[in-house]
């Protein structure tokens, strides 16, 4: 969850046996050591209707060197919304953990994202094609999925699976454990926002975190660019940003003000304390670069404001110093499916989102559905469903579920919407105070904070406590 869409703003893997698996590696090794497996699988198009019979080829991946038979455990991956080799390459955790628990790893692509595509190329042509690109019919392609390894792969079929997910992939996790507890055994939920829906948290608290990131990061950094939105001289900025396309519009002047503003966004959820790559090339601690150009007192001109802003927004977009201009029209990766994410958010998928300038460092804006609405209405032809993610997946009434953790950063802005408190003994909450965006699912790395390798532990610690109380067969129906 990347882009979000804002009223009135313009950015609005045939398994059949074990001995196929292994032979179907044909070297590809995205992990040192590791054979990884690309696999497609047939699925309906439509899980919950009988109408329309077609029928899809979905990815997902596997590896087994570790997998300890007969039923070691799977760790399984709700697919975001993006192509799924790359949430493999940045889920350093699952691997790191394989060895230890005798696990073998699946991935699973969500559909109409990666290679995943109902319909082929016309999966994106309108709104009737759109149509099954829901949540609920991702969890029932996972849980089918989980269903014909059990099936096809010898000595699997009592393995417990956890499922295991970041960001929109951790509320998939968390839901998965919630609808289909009969396959999933538990879940680790990571920055999963699955309150971030209408009437559950306050709409500002988002960017709050942000701000309160770029605050504690540098003297006056917060100020400076709360200062800096107000912003004129199209070619003056077009020069001084390196646009690849002049600014020459009032409209012009709001898309560039909302990438800048999506530019801060995800400064905060990659706040990492490494390099990484995630979105964009970055140093450690991004943010406390950044606002080594932002410390300006109030006096400061607008040219020094704007060219201190200017070279802030190049450590997210020209780190490397390889970009010869910046394109506004893109913030993050191409490995994101932005247009499917729309669309969902579009649907089902209603994450309110507003600022008031005061408590947070953007422009004032409002969060207004109906606008909201016709602004989804125009681009694909429906309206959301503002209240239907609360009702199918229970909003915050969730006590009756179990074995899900739920763990969030301090520094994650989509920890607003998280779920930061325990539950019962069995809805976990764990705060990682100097983690961002599912930090705690990347690979180790000696720079990594004391607080999150506090989480990885408990993280494993609670596996193995699941892991360990699991039936050892199947439930099964007494015999009339």
Not at 28 to 52: A, K, M, T, W
Not at 143 to 161: D, E
Request: with cysteine; aromatic share 14%; hydrophobic share 40%.
């Amino acid at each position: 969850m990347w882009t979000r869409l804002h009223p009135l703003k313009c950015c609005l893997l045939i398994l059949t046996s074990l001995i196929l698996l292994n032979s179907c590696c044909k070297g590809r090794l995205l992990h040192s050591n590791f054979p990884l497996c690309h696999v497609f699988i047939s699925f309906q198009i439509d899980h919950f209707g009988f109408l329309e019979d077609g029928t899809f080829k979905q990815r997902y991946l596997v590896a087994d060197k570790h997998w300890k038979q007969p039923d070691g455990p799977i760790l399984f991956y709700t697919g975001n919304e993006g192509d799924i080799t790359w949430f493999c390459n940045n889920t350093g955790f699952m691997w790191e953990i394989a060895e230890e628990f005798g696990a073998m790893l699946v991935f699973a692509e969500h559909r109409y994202y990666g290679e995943s595509l109902p319909f082929g190329q016309d999966s994106y042509s309108d709104s009737k094609h759109l149509n099954y690109l829901t949540s609920e019919q991702a969890l029932a392609d996972f849980a089918v999925l989980i269903q014909n390894l059990k099936n096809t792969i010898p000595r699997a079929v009592h393995s417990p699976v956890i499922a295991i997910g970041g960001s929109y992939g951790g509320m998939l996790a968390a839901w998965f454990r919630m609808k289909y507890p009969n396959v999933v055994l538990g879940a680790l939920a990571a920055s999963a926002p699955i309150w971030q829906f209408p009437d559950m948290v306050p709409c500002g608290d988002f960017y709050k975190i942000v701000t309160q990131d770029f605050a504690r990061s540098g003297h006056n950094c917060d100020a400076n660019i709360r200062k800096s939105m107000e912003t004129s001289g199209l070619q003056w900025l077009s020069e001084e940003f390196s646009l690849c396309a002049p600014l020459k519009s009032v409209m012009d002047i709001a898309i560039f003000k909302n990438w800048l503003q999506e530019t801060w966004v995800n400064l905060a959820m990659v706040d990492y304390p490494y390099e990484a790559n995630f979105l964009q090339p970055l140093p450690p601690w991004p943010i406390q670069v950044v606002c080594k150009y932002l410390g300006f007192d109030p006096t400061v001109s607008d040219y020094q404001l704007l060219h201190g802003v200017s070279q802030a927004a190049k450590v997210y977009y020209n780190y490397t110093g390889s970009s010869s201009c910046l394109n506004i029209s893109q913030t993050a990766t191409g490995s994101l499916g932005l247009l499917g994410w729309f669309y969902q958010a579009c649907t089902e998928m209603v994450m309110p989102m507003c600022t008031d300038g005061v408590q947070d460092m953007f422009e004032p804006e409002e969060w207004n559905f109906q606008a909201f609405s016709d602004e989804c209405n125009a681009m694909f032809g429906v309206r959301p469903r503002a209240d239907w993610a609360g009702i199918v997946y229970g909003g915050k009434d969730i006590i009756a579920h179990s074995n899900i953790i739920f763990s969030n950063g301090g520094l994650d802005p989509w920890s607003a919407g998280g779920v930061t408190y325990n539950i019962t003994d069995s809805l976990i909450s764990i705060m990682i105070p100097d983690g961002a965006h599912h930090l705690d699912l990347r690979y180790s790395n000696d720079n990594d904070p004391p607080s999150v390798r506090e989480a990885r532990a408990l993280e494993v610690k609670y596996f193995r406590e699941w892991i360990n109380h699991a039936p050892k067969t199947p439930r099964t129906a007494p015999t009339p």
